[in-house]
């Protein structure tokens, strides 16, 4: 039973709260005042009511405990994001909460971090990024019984404006694999034609090419890790097939005729023979190529996948056919990206309701009569 007594050995905190936590055992905590007190009785007696009570002794947890608590815990992601997580943390978010107890945190001072972060110059991007990982953490502390409720959650975050993507034509396209160092103009072509995400084409191997056929099976992908190339599934975790024109599979038919490894060989490497590393290949031939093509300097490897959706939908592609081709995990992502690319058909409806109102005008409204 909770009670409040006065107590005479600590005239600095004469009140003495006494209650039993849900698990029976007797807790006590003093205050000041007996007001104080009553409050604190009522707050904890509510909060075993509704499921919410936290034992303060967790609740005094150093934020730098549970997040690497977390960031254990994410053993089964991909390298990739526990090395981007990793960076998170430790450039942004323990700098400002490792010291901190995690009850001690309030959406106030996350906000105050989130200013912080933008006033140092990181971009909005970024902070939203690094936002999510201490949300998580502090997800993982609700988890763990150590706080009763997120204050991460409702806090504005900055607005991040649309980034305009660079879509090549055809012709620039062509341009642009001319002016790069041989033989990575294959390169070029396939990503702008496949799709295919640069960590897809580092990983596609011979055996998963049906020129014959127009296909190729993407089922993996490889990434730069602090240095190192790792492989694994692909950003969706998802195997998927693209479709190759014909005229891109005559160009790899004729490239692979002369490169060994058979159908476990990889079909792009680096100029050496080794595994292709993306970082590698963009400073030192891609972005090269760019200037000398006389191209947007901001082009980006990674626009050659926006190149092939705009490509794609300049042809009639519908927004399936697009998801499917850039392996997208749902359509709404396909037209979140990219639906300024498909056509207005506003005019072309407003014309069809005019047509369909014509036609209700000009059948007779009633039975016909013949005249006398």
């Given at each position: 039973?909770?009670?409040?007594?006065?107590?005479?050995?600590?005239?600095?905190?004469?009140?003495?709260?006494?209650?039993?936590?849900?698990?029976?055992?007797?807790?006590?905590?003093?205050?000041?005042?007996?007001?104080?007190?009553?409050?604190?009785?009522?707050?904890?007696?509510?909060?075993?009511?509704?499921?919410?009570?936290?034992?303060?002794?967790?609740?005094?947890?150093?934020?730098?405990?549970?997040?690497?608590?977390?960031?254990?815990?994410?053993?089964?992601?991909?390298?990739?994001?526990?090395?981007?997580?990793?960076?998170?943390?430790?450039?942004?978010?323990?700098?400002?909460?490792?010291?901190?107890?995690?009850?001690?945190?309030?959406?106030?001072?996350?906000?105050?971090?989130?200013?912080?972060?933008?006033?140092?110059?990181?971009?909005?991007?970024?902070?939203?990024?690094?936002?999510?990982?201490?949300?998580?953490?502090?997800?993982?502390?609700?988890?763990?019984?150590?706080?009763?409720?997120?204050?991460?959650?409702?806090?504005?975050?900055?607005?991040?404006?649309?980034?305009?993507?660079?879509?090549?034509?055809?012709?620039?396209?062509?341009?642009?694999?001319?002016?790069?160092?041989?033989p990575y103009g294959v390169l070029v072509h396939t990503a702008a034609y496949s799709g295919m995400r640069?960590?897809?084409?580092?990983?596609?191997?011979?055996?998963?090419?049906?020129?014959?056929?127009?296909?190729?099976?993407?089922?993996?992908?490889?990434?730069?890790?602090?240095?190192?190339?790792?492989?694994?599934?692909?950003?969706?975790?998802?195997?998927?097939?693209?479709?190759?024109?014909?005229?891109?599979?005559?160009?790899?038919?004729?490239?692979?005729?002369?490169?060994?490894?058979?159908?476990?060989?990889?079909?792009?490497?680096?100029?050496?023979?080794?595994?292709?590393?993306?970082?590698?290949?963009?400073?030192?031939?891609?972005?090269?190529?760019?200037?000398?093509?006389?191209?947007?300097?901001?082009?980006?490897?990674?626009?050659?996948?926006?190149?092939?959706?705009?490509?794609?939908?300049?042809?009639?592609?519908?927004?399936?056919?697009?998801?499917?081709?850039?392996?997208?995990?749902?359509?709404?992502?396909?037209?979140?990206?990219?639906?300024?690319?498909?056509?207005?058909?506003?005019?072309?409806?407003?014309?069809?309701?005019?047509?369909?109102?014509?036609?209700?005008?000009?059948?007779?409204?009633?039975?016909?009569?013949?005249?006398?």
């Open positions: 039973m909770a009670s409040i007594e006065r107590r005479a050995d600590r005239p600095s905190l004469p009140w003495r709260a006494r209650y039993r936590d849900p698990a029976g055992r007797q807790r006590s905590k003093s205050f000041a005042r007996k007001v104080d007190a009553e409050r604190f009785l009522t707050e904890i007696e509510a909060a075993k009511l509704a499921g919410r009570y936290i034992d303060p002794r967790l609740g005094r947890t150093r934020f730098a405990v549970l997040a690497e608590r977390w960031y254990t815990s994410t053993a089964a992601l991909k390298p990739s994001t526990r090395h981007q997580y990793r960076r998170l943390l430790d450039d942004h978010v323990m700098p400002m909460f490792a010291g901190a107890q995690v009850a001690a945190l309030d959406r106030l001072a996350v906000a105050e971090w989130l200013a912080a972060l933008l006033g140092r110059g990181v971009s909005p991007t970024r902070a939203r990024d690094a936002y999510r990982v201490l949300r998580l953490v502090l997800e993982a502390g609700i988890a763990g019984g150590l706080l009763a409720v997120n204050p991460a959650t409702g806090v504005r975050l900055p607005r991040v404006g649309p980034r305009e993507g660079c879509f090549l034509t055809a012709a620039e396209v062509d341009r642009l694999a001319q002016a790069i160092r041989a640069a960590g897809e084409l580092a990983a596609l191997r011979v055996g998963r090419l049906d020129l014959l056929g127009g296909r190729a099976e993407v089922v993996e992908s490889s990434t730069e890790v602090a240095g190192k190339l790792v492989s694994g599934p692909t950003k969706t975790y998802a195997r998927r097939t693209v479709r190759l024109p014909r005229s891109l599979c005559e160009e790899l038919g004729a490239y692979l005729a002369h490169r060994p490894g058979g159908r476990d060989g990889l079909v792009f490497t680096m100029p050496t023979g080794g595994p292709l590393r993306q970082s590698m290949v963009s400073s030192r031939y891609f972005k090269p190529a760019v200037r000398a093509a006389g191209l947007d300097p901001r082009l980006r490897f990674h626009d050659l996948r926006h190149t092939c959706a705009s490509l794609l939908i300049a042809q009639g592609a519908t927004v399936k056919a697009v998801q499917a081709q850039l392996g997208h995990a749902s359509a709404t992502l396909t037209l979140d990206r990219y639906g300024h690319l498909f056509p207005d058909e506003l005019d072309h409806l407003s014309e069809r309701l005019d047509r369909a109102r014509a036609g209700v005008h000009a059948e007779p409204c009633g039975p016909l009569v013949a005249p006398r």
